[in-house]
């Protein structure tokens, strides 16, 4: 596994000598327009005084037409091949949608016209190319923002926040499910295309994991297809439980399963430190209760913001500013490590160490 202190730099390679206006409207496009791409066409929407969405892609021709109908009152350029989009739309941003098997050299052909990108989670299935996209982006300079919008939520930053300045005293459990019973699409069934339950889904908790309490220094993972083994196109994990160890003895348990409840969708954790119990309903919503005196009442978080308008505004001001956004195309490689470790765990029934 790459150091996670790898630097992909190369001094010889100059950034763009464009600078974006701040003033600017950013043209973007979006590549795959499928279920997930809603949600970003939607927060795209809602800054429209930062972005217009100008061009979308599709391999289905259909597809693309109904979402620049939908988004762009049909004023927007549709394409089947992303290589001509990048060519002829003169797009600033573009928002990769496509399921992680589909993945081919989009980064890289974005990243050499100076595009910026916004890439939905799992960014590969492998660790080879995932690391061939960061490497790409980061030689031509280029804003990125992998989609683990999880780390955009209120509750999310209230307890890293705390966290952070030492208010909660050490992490020692994280604790997460991830809850549904659906069939998915085909792709999705296949596991040599999402690369299972555990990659493609449950990979928001693990990163949820990384981002609040550290960096784990080994992962034993168990998974199985136990509900649809009868189903020949079935070949996902549909339990799974998995335990992560970090240096300092700490340990985080996440388990998922595609079995519980049909058509309902529970994500859930919890996390004991020295001076608290935290339990997250999702991202916006948790109860932070107090372990130091037993008088100390709980404290709600809640909100409703939308985490996708948030990652996507957090990717424009990096644009904008030359800053780093949340959770760069670096960290989105960082947690597909983990979960591909945690994959080659469940193969070999033993312990892998990062």
């Given at each position: 596994m790459e150091d996670?202190?790898?630097?992909?730099?190369?001094?010889?390679?100059?950034?763009?000598?464009?600078?974006?206006?701040?003033?600017?409207?950013?043209?973007?496009?979006?590549?795959?327009?499928?279920?997930?791409?809603?949600?970003?066409?939607?927060?795209?929407s809602q800054l429209k005084d930062e972005i217009e969405l100008v061009a979308f892609c599709s391999r289905n021709e259909a597809n693309a037409r109904a979402f620049a109908d939908k988004y762009a009152a049909g004023h927007a350029a549709t394409f089947t091949d992303h290589r001509a989009m990048f060519e002829r739309a003169n797009l600033d941003l573009a928002i990769v949608c496509l399921p992680p098997f589909a993945h081919t050299d989009e980064i890289e052909r974005a990243a050499e016209r100076g595009i910026h990108l916004l890439v939905e989670k799992p960014i590969a299935l492998t660790h080879e190319h995932a690391w061939r996209m960061v490497d790409a982006a980061?030689?031509?300079?280029?804003?990125?923002?992998?989609?683990?919008?999880?780390?955009?939520?209120?509750?999310?930053?209230?307890?890293?926040?705390?966290?952070?300045?030492?208010?909660?005293?050490?992490?020692?459990?994280?604790?997460?499910?991830?809850?549904?019973?659906?069939?998915?699409?085909?792709?999705?069934?296949?596991?040599e295309k999402s690369g299972g339950q555990l990659v493609e889904q449950a990979i928001h908790l693990f990163d949820a994991l990384r981002y609040l309490i550290g960096e784990p220094v080994s992962v034993f993972s168990r998974q199985a297809n136990f509900f649809h083994r009868d189903l020949a196109d079935y070949t996902s994990d549909d339990v799974s439980a998995t335990v992560v160890s970090f240096a300092n003895g700490a340990l985080g348990v996440i388990y998922a399963t595609n079995g519980a409840l049909p058509g309902k969708w529970i994500k859930e954790w919890r996390i004991v430190t020295q001076k608290l119990i935290a339990e997250f309903a999702d991202w916006n919503h948790a109860t932070f209760t107090p372990t130091t005196a037993p008088d100390l009442a709980p404290e709600i978080i809640a909100s409703e913001q939308d985490v996708f308008a948030l990652q996507l505004s957090d990717l424009v001001n990096a644009i904008r500013t030359g800053g780093t956004a949340r959770t760069p195309l670096r960290e989105g490689a960082r947690t597909l490590d983990l979960v591909l470790a945690a994959a080659r765990s469940a193969e070999a029934h033993s312990e892998v160490i990062l």
């Open positions: 996670e202190r790898r630097t992909t730099k190369d001094e010889s390679i100059r950034p763009p000598s464009f600078v974006v206006n701040m003033m600017k409207i950013l043209r973007a496009g979006i590549l795959g327009c499928g279920g997930i791409a809603h949600k970003h066409a939607q927060a795209a980061e030689r031509a300079h280029i804003k990125t923002q992998a989609g683990l919008m999880y780390r955009f939520g209120a509750a999310m930053q209230e307890f890293k926040t705390r966290f952070a300045a030492g208010a909660l005293g050490a992490a020692g459990l994280f604790s997460a499910r991830y809850f549904c019973n659906a069939l998915h699409a085909p792709w999705w069934r296949a596991r």
